[in-house]
């Protein structure tokens, strides 16, 4: 039912913002509002949403608390540079740093909910000529994977898509080596994006 209502609602939003003398002020309100029931729906479901993959990403979660600094540092430097062959060690490098400011899982689904969303939402109002086709699209095509579960590649994807966009777009080399080299380090699927550039 929440996501009907939320349908609902980017249609409600477009139709009070959009259609009626539509300026940027008024876009730029639209994507942050609709962005914001997407990142409240996404950061706030419980852990049973998402099935198996959100359990295995909570136990990931814990033990990284338990993990210290010197063996995730030395795991990430022995996959870049001596072969291993970890799982994506640069997530849980952004785990531990999370971790600094808070051991709540509920909280670090809604950071990585704001850290996609956010930007997606960035990029929406920067490109799309009707945003809320775009927020629908999401919703029915991505929603699913991309706010529930893939919390690796929804990182990778923020960032290699969303930023990396722009910087392919204005030829910005060293930036866009940069964001995909983090991207890179959260999921390794995200290399593909290098022949975009």
């Known amino acids: 039912m929440v996501y009907f209502i939320n349908i609902f609602l980017i249609f409600a939003w477009a139709v009070l913002l959009l259609k009626h003398n539509p300026n940027q002020t008024k876009r730029k309100l639209y994507c942050g509002i609709v962005a914001l029931q997407w990142i409240l729906i996404s950061g706030l479901r ?43 060690p640069g997530y849980t490098l952004v785990t531990k740093i999370f971790q600094i400011f808070s051991n709540d899982f509920q909280v670090f689904l809604i950071f990585i909910a704001f850290v996609f969303t956010s930007l997606m939402a960035w990029w929406i109002y920067k490109y799309s000529s009707m945003p809320e086709i775009s927020f ?23 960032l290699i898509v969303f930023l990396g966009y ?21 999921h390794k699927s995200s290399i593909v994006f290098i022949v975009y550039y």
């Open 46 to 88: 419980h852990i049973s949403i998402g099935g198996a993959d959100n359990y295995s990403y909570y136990a990931r979660f814990e033990m990284t608390k338990t993990t210290s600094w010197k063996t995730i540092l030395q795991e990430n430097w022995d996959y870049l540079f001596n072969g291993l062959d970890a799982k994506d």
């Open 166 to 186: 722009d910087f392919a777009k204005e030829r910005k080399w060293a930036k866009f080596a940069i964001i995909s080299f983090i991207a890179f380090m959260l």
């Open 136 to 158: 629908l699209i999401y919703s029915v095509l991505f929603y699913a994977f991309y706010a529930v579960t893939g919390y690796r590649q929804t990182l990778a994807t923020a």
